[in-house]
C-alpha cells in the first residue's frame, strides 16, 4: 500500500479502534500486561487526543505473538523486543528492494524503447553488414597483366 487511504473512514488492519478491555480480551492477555508491554516498547498502541490508548488489529495480533514467544518460547521481553525490531527491519528493507526492483524494470522498458526508437531511425540506405565468417563464397582478385 503506499499509505495514502481512498476514504478517510475506511477501516484496516492498522486502524486503532479497540479500547485497552477489549484489546486484553482478543489477545487473551491482562490489561495490566498491556500497559507493561507498551511501557517497554514492545507494542505501542495509538493514542486518543485525550492519551486513551487504542489498539488496532495488528496490534493485537502483535500481543497475540509477544505471550507465544514469551510462554512456548521462553524468550525473556528484551529478547522479544530485539525480534520485533529485526522483524520490522527486514519487512522494511523487502518494500525497498521491491521499490527498487520496479525502478529497474521501469529503466529497463524505457531502455528498450529508447533502443527500439534508435533502431527505427536507422537510415534504410545502408547496407548491413555481414561477417566474413559466415559467408560461404571466397572471392579471390588476381590483377590483369600489364601490356606494355
Known sequence: MDGRRRNPYEL???TP????????QLSGLHPQTL???DRLGLVSPGRTAGRGRRYSARDIEL???VQALSQD????????KRIIELENQVAALQARVAELAAAVEGAAAAM???EAQVHASYRRDLVPYQDVQQASALVVWRPKPKRD
Open 112 to 114: 528498450q524503447q529508447r
Open 35 to 37: 500497559r507493561q508491554y
Open 73 to 80: 518460547e521462553g524468550i525473556n521481553l528484551a529478547g522479544i
Open 12 to 14: 484496516t488492519d492498522e
Open 17 to 24: 479502534v479497540y479500547v485497552i478491555s477489549v484489546a486484553a
Open 63 to 65: 500481543l497475540r505473538q
